[in-house]
Every structure is written in structure tokens, then in C-alpha cells.
Antibody
Framework: EVQLVQSGAEVKKPGESLKISCKGS????????IGWVRQMPGRGLEWMGI????????RYSPSFQGQVTISADKSISTAYLQWSSLKASDTAIYYC??????????????WGQGTLVTVSS | DIQMTQSPSTLSASVGDRVTITCRAS??????LAWYQQKPGKAPKLLIY???SLERGVPSRFSGSGSGTEFTLTISSLQPDDFATYYC?????????FGQGTKVEIK
């Protein structure tokens, strides 16, 4: 069974750093792109970027380039999303999701449960 | 970035109704379009990929059509479990984008 299990909720202060995780199981982790999606409170879905764990090829949305870093550790089948300096506007639920096929152009067929990040002074 | 515009933003319908949601891309995306369903407090769920392919396990009352810049998601007979928010997503390039969502409410 394919599963993406994300790390737990975080409460941080502005300016702090953070790294959240997404552990894949039940499939070949290195063969499928994994992406990150932001959902701010009461708002829609925003595509942030994707990574190919096999070689760490990473692509970002222009809106998130330079604001976050996406990485992966294929030895433990885990993808990461990190911030070096959080802002209150980073408060959101962050989902990881796996693409549905090995080709580059695929929809997300499995999703993690989401990680709530709250940034408040 | 390719912009995706959904309409309507909110839709009120009754059980049994035929429902259609439209998604328009700011430039041609071929058939690289997916539809997702999201319920409150839950992760999105893939319904349709490549514009018209039904994801395994999704009821056949859901269907997708279109290509290029105009796409539709149709629910042939709305069921109680279908009241949710629906998003389209283009994946024509490495910079993907979602539509703003359509909330399907009970009339």
C-alpha cells in the first residue's frame, strides 16, 4: 500500500527555521517525483515545487523559488520542505504528494495527510 | 506561469443534479489536466488525469473532457458524498498551477 506520512504540526516564531518531512512507503521512492502543495487558511491549493528523489532534480514554482528549499534523502525514502526564516504568512497546511507515473508530466495520485505550520510571535 | 481559471467559484445543487465545472487555461496545455476533490480537513483526492482518464476507484459518475485551454468536470448525478471543493491542475510544464477551486454546496 502506497503511503506518504508527514511530520507533525509545528508552531514557530517569525525568523525561525523549520524543516518538515514526508516519508514514502509501498512504492519505489526513487522512481516517482514528489511535490509540495501549500494551502493557507480557508484558501485554495498552491503548487510549490517537485523533486525527483532518484537524482534530486528539483523544480520550483516562481512564487516559491528562493523562499523554500525542497530536498530528499533516498536512503530513508523521505522528502523535505524547509524554511530558513519563517514569516507569519507561511502559516498554512503543507501537503506532500507523489506523482502517478515515472514520466515527468503526471498528476498527483497519492497525498500525505498534511502538516500544519503556524508562525506566530 | 500558466493561469488556471475555474467557474463557478461556488455552485449550489441538489442530490441527483447533473453538475458541470469549467476550467480555462491561459495558454494551451494539451490534455495535461487533472481534477481533484477536497473535503474539509482532508487531503485532496485525484479524480481525473490527462483531462479525461478516470482514476482507479473513482465512481463513473465523474467524467472529464476538453483539451487545449477549455476543460470540464461533470458529475452526472450528484451524490451526498460529492459535496466538496473541486480543483483543476495543469501539469503541462515543470511549473504547475491549480485553479482557485469550486465549492459544491447543498441547495
Amino acid at each position: 500500500e502506497v503511503q506518504l506520512v508527514q511530520s507533525g504540526a509545528e508552531v514557530k516564531k517569525p525568523g525561525e527555521s523549520l524543516k518538515i518531512s514526508c516519508k514514502g512507503s509501498g512504492y519505489s521512492f526513487t522512481s516517482f517525483w514528489i511535490g509540495w502543495v501549500r494551502q493557507m487558511p480557508g484558501r485554495g491549493l498552491e503548487w510549490m515545487g517537485i523533486i525527483y528523489p532518484g537524482d534530486s532534480d528539483t523544480r520550483y514554482s516562481p512564487s516559491f523559488q528562493g523562499q523554500v528549499t525542497i530536498s530528499a534523502d533516498k536512503s530513508i525514502s523521505t522528502a523535505y520542505l524547509q524554511w530558513s526564516s519563517l514569516k507569519a504568512s507561511d502559516t498554512a497546511i503543507y501537503y506532500c504528494a507523489k506523482q502517478g507515473g515515472v514520466a515527468a508530466l503526471q498528476a498527483f495520485d497519492y497525498w500525505g495527510q498534511g502538516t500544519l505550520v503556524t508562525v506566530s510571535s | 506561469d500558466i493561469q488556471m481559471t475555474q467557474s463557478p467559484s461556488t455552485l449550489s445543487a441538489s442530490v441527483g443534479d447533473r453538475v458541470t465545472i469549467t476550467c480555462r487555461a491561459s495558454q494551451s496545455i494539451g490534455n495535461w489536466l487533472a481534477w481533484y476533490q477536497q473535503k474539509p480537513g482532508k487531503a485532496p483526492k485525484l479524480l481525473i488525469y490527462e483531462a479525461s482518464s478516470l482514476e482507479r476507484g473513482v465512481p463513473s459518475r465523474f467524467s472529464g473532457s476538453g483539451s487545449g485551454t477549455e476543460f470540464t468536470l461533470t458529475i452526472s448525478s450528484l451524490q451526498p458524498d460529492d459535496f466538496a471543493t473541486y480543483y483543476c491542475q495543469q501539469y503541462n510544464s515543470y511549473s504547475r498551477t491549480f485553479g482557485q477551486g469550486t465549492k459544491v454546496e447543498i441547495k
